[in-house]
C-alpha cells in the first residue's frame, strides 16, 4: 500500500474515533445523579463545593414570603366619573369577592396619576348600594390590571429566592453523615444550578464545538507521538487500527455508564485493559500515553474529573510497571491485586484530602475497585482476541511456541535430529546477544527455534542429518543450491500450515536474507575456471537466497548467530584464535554484503554481538580433561 493512502486511512480513522466520540458524548444529561432524604444517611463519597453558588430557598420559605409581602397589596382602581352613585364608591360582585380572596384591607385610586387609599369597608357592591339608597347605582370603580400586576410583580421580586451562599473548596457532605435539612436544602440547590448549567451547556452548539476541539487536540497530540516518537508503528494499518478500536471500546462503555448508571459505576469499567493490552503488543510508553489520552477524553462526561483522572492515571502507570514482560497468565492477577491496590491507595489519600477525616471516606469505592481488578484478569481473554484479530503476537504465545514436547517440535527433532540441535544451539547463542544489546529475548529465541523448520520436508540433503552418503555430491552445483535454498520456502509453508505468527515467518524467510550459497555457488565457479570460463559465467540468482533481509535486530541476531553456529562446526581447532577469527569474518561478510542494512544495529550493537558469540563459543567448546584409566597391577 502506497504511504499517502495508508496516511489517508489512517487520519481517517482518527477523525472517525473523533466523530464517535463526539457523538457519545452525553446530551441533556444530569450530572447530579445522587439520591438522598432527609433524615437518611449519605450512601456516597464526599462532596465538596467545585464553584461558589447561593442556597436556594424551599418552596415553603418562599409561598410564606410571598404572603408576607403581599400584605401589603394593595390593586389600583379608578372612578368613572361619568356614572352618578350619590358619592357611594361602588364595584362589581367580582372584584369586592376577589379582594376578599386576597386579603385586602384597602385599595388604590387612581385619579390623575395620583394614588389614594381607600379602605374596602368603605366600597360598596351594587346590592349594598341599593339597600342603602333604594336606587339601582351602577359601579363605578375599574380595576387597573396593568398598575395592579406591576405592583404585584414589583413585591414579588423584592424577595430573594436564595438564602446564603457556599464557596468553592467549602465540605457540603460526607459519607455516613445525616442529611439535615440545611444540607438537604444545600444538594438541592446544587442539584438544580448542575441542571441548569447541563440543559444549556450540552444544548449549546458553542459546547458541542468545544468538546469537539477537545477531542480532537487530543487525538491529534496522540497521533503527533505516534510519528515523532513511534513512526515505526504507523507503517502498518494494522496498528492504527489497533489503537483506535481498543481506545473505542472503552471510551463507548465509559460514556454509557456515566449516562445510565449510578455516579461511582464508572470505576467498575477496567480502563486498565487500555495499557496492559497495549504494553502485551508493543511498549510501556506507548502503553501510558494511550492511557493519558483515553482517560483525558472520558473525562469529559464524569461528574468529578479531578479524581477520576488522578485515579485512572496512576492505576493504569502501576498496571504497565507491573507488566513489564508478560509471559505468564498468572501475571495478570498480579497485576490485578496492584491495580487494586494504587485505586484504594489513591482514592483514600484524595478522599482524606479532601474531607480530613477517615469516617467521611464512601467505602462503597472499595467494591468497585475489587470488582475493576478482576474484569483486568480478564483482559487474558481480549489479548487473546487482538492477537488474532490483528496478527500480533504476544510473549505468552512465544513461551508456548518455545515449548520443545509440542508436537511441531517433536516432529522436527524427530525428522531432523540434527537440524533441530542446531536451532537449539542457535537459539542459545541467539538469546545471550539479545540480552546484550537489548533486543527482545524472548522472539529472538522462538524465531531461532523455528528458523530450519523447512529442512523437515527433505532432512536427507542437510550435512547435520546425514550418516554417511550425500545425495547432493551426484547433483550439478546448481541444482544442488536450488535444494538447499528450497528449505526457507519449505519452511514458510510448514509454519503457515501450523498457522505460526507472521513476525516467526520472517525469521524463517529472513534467516540467510540475499545470500548465496557460497559451497556450491564457490564450486560452480571454480568449475566453470576449470573449463576455460569466467566467473561471470556463472548465474549468481541461481545460488542466491529469496530473502527478505532481516528487518529487525532480532532477525539479525539470527542471522549471525545461525552462520556462527553453523560455521564453528567446520574449524579443524577450536582454539580461542580460531573462534574469534571465524566470528569476526562472518559477521564482517554479512556487513558487507548489505544484509543488515534495513535494521538499526549500530557500530556497538554489532561489537556486543562479536563478543558475546566469541565468549559463549569458547565456553561452549572448552577442552575437558581426561579421565586416567585404571592400570593393572603385575
Not at 363605578?140 to 414589583?154: G, P, T
Not at 444544548?203 to 477537545?214: A, D, K, R
Request: charged letters at 15%; one cysteine or more; glycine letters at 4%.
Amino acid at each position: 500500500m502506497k504511504s499517502s493512502i495508508r496516511t489517508t486511512l489512517q487520519i481517517v480513522a482518527l477523525l472517525a474515533l473523533a466523530a464517535w466520540t463526539i457523538y457519545l458524548v452525553p446530551k441533556n444529561t444530569n450530572p447530579f445523579k445522587y439520591h438522598f432524604e432527609v433524615g437518611q444517611p449519605w450512601a456516597y463519597g464526599l462532596i465538596t463545593a467545585e464553584f461558589d453558588f447561593a442556597i436556594y430557598k424551599t418552596d415553603a420559605q418562599l409561598q410564606a414570603e410571598y404572603n408576607q409581602v403581599l400584605r401589603d397589596y394593595t390593586p389600583f382602581y379608578t372612578v368613572d366619573t361619568s356614572v352618578n352613585t350619590h358619592g357611594l364608591y361602588i364595584m362589581p360582585l367580582v372584584e369586592m369577592e376577589r379582594l376578599q380572596q386576597m386579603n385586602c384591607a384597602k385599595i388604590s385610586l387612581l385619579n390623575n396619576l395620583v394614588a389614594t387609599s381607600l379602605p374596602v369597608e368603605q366600597i360598596y357592591t351594587p346590592k349594598r348600594a341599593f339597600e342603602l339608597t333604594k336606587i339601582n347605582l351602577q359601579p363605578n370603580l375599574m380595576y387597573d390590571s396593568i398598575k395592579s400586576e406591576n405592583m404585584k410583580q414589583q413585591l414579588l421580586s423584592s424577595v430573594s429566592l436564595t438564602q446564603g451562599m457556599v464557596q468553592a473548596g467549602e465540605k457540603i457532605i460526607a459519607t455516613g453523615e445525616i442529611v439535615s435539612e440545611q444540607s438537604y436544602q444545600i444538594l438541592e440547590s446544587l442539584r438544580r444550578i448542575m441542571e441548569d448549567k447541563n440543559i444549556s451547556h450540552r444544548q449549546s452548539l458553542t459546547s458541542t464545538i468545544g468538546v469537539g476541539v477537545y477531542i480532537v487536540i487530543l487525538l491529534l497530540i496522540f497521533g503527533m507521538y505516534l510519528y515523532t516518537y513511534r513512526r515505526k508503528l504507523l507503517d502498518t494499518l494494522r496498528n492504527t487500527f489497533f489503537f483506535t478500536i481498543l481506545m473505542a471500546i472503552l471510551i463507548t462503555a465509559a460514556f454509557l455508564v456515566s449516562q445510565f448508571a449510578p455516579v461511582g459505576y464508572i470505576y467498575l469499567i477496567p480502563f486498565a485493559w487500555g495499557p496492559i493490552i497495549t504494553r502485551v503488543f508493543y511498549d510501556s510508553r506507548t502503553a501510558i500515553f494511550i492511557h493519558i489520552i483515553t482517560t483525558l477524553i472520558v473525562s469529559v462526561a464524569v461528574p468529578a474529573p479531578y479524581v477520576f483522572i488522578t485515579l485512572q492515571i496512576i492505576g493504569g502507570i502501576v498496571a504497565v510497571i507491573s507488566l513489564r514482560d508478560m509471559t505468564q497468565r498468572a501475571q495478570l492477577a498480579q497485576t490485578a491485586l496492584f491495580t487494586f491496590l494504587a485505586y484504594s491507595i489513591v482514592y483514600t489519600a484524595t478522599s482524606m484530602l479532601m474531607a480530613g477525616d477517615m469516617m467521611n471516606i464512601d467505602y462503597h469505592y472499595y467494591i468497585y475497585f475489587l470488582i475493576n481488578a478482576v474484569l483486568v484478569i480478564c483482559a487474558y481473554g481480549l489479548i487473546f482476541l487482538f492477537e488474532r484479530t490483528f496478527g500480533l503476537v504476544s510473549n505468552i504465545t512465544l513461551v508456548e511456541l518455545t515449548n520443545v514436547n509440542s508436537n511441531l517440535m517433536l516432529e522436527f527433532a524427530e525428522k531432523a535430529p540434527g537440524t533441530f540441535q542446531h536451532s537449539l544451539q542457535v537459539s542459545n547463542l541467539a538469546t545471550e546477544a539479545a540480552k546484550r544489546i537489548g533486543a527482545k529475548v524472548l522472539l529472538v529465541r522462538t524465531g531461532a527455534l523455528y528458523h530450519d523448520i523447512g529442512k523437515m520436508a527433505h532432512p536427507e540433503y542437510f550435512i547435520e542429518n546425514q550418516t554417511g552418503n550425500n545425495p547432493l555430491q551426484s547433483m550439478p552445483y546448481a541444482e544442488a543450491a536450488k535444494v538447499i535454498i528450497e528449505h526457507v520456502t519449505d519452511g514458510e509453508r510448514i509454519a503457515r500450515k501450523h498457522r505460526l505468527p507472521e513476525v516467526i515467518i520472517h525469521f524463517i524467510k529472513s534467516h540467510h536474507g540475499t545470500s548465496v550459497t557460497r559451497y556450491f555457488y564457490n564450486s560452480a565457479i571454480n568449475q566453470a575456471k576449470e573449463q576455460g570460463k569466467t566467473a561471470q559465467d556463472v548465474r549468481k540468482e541461481d545460488y542466491a537466497y529469496p530473502g527478505p533481509k532481516p528487518h529487525s535486530k532480532e532477525a539479525a541476531i539470527l542471522m549471525m548467530a545461525d552462520a556462527i553456529e553453523a560455521r564453528s562446526r567446520t574449524l579443524n581447532e577450536l582454539t580461542e584464535q580460531s573462534i574469534s577469527t571465524m566470528v569476526d569474518q562472518m559477521i564482517d561478510a554479512q556487513v558487507a554484503d548489505g544484509q543488515f542494512a534495513e535494521t538499526k544495529l549500530s557500530f556497538k550493537d554489532l561489537e556486543d554481538i562479536r563478543g558475546i558469540f566469541k565468549q559463549k563459543l569458547i565456553e561452549i567448546n572448552h577442552h575437558r580433561i581426561i579421565y586416567p584409566t585404571i592400570s593393572e597391577n603385575k
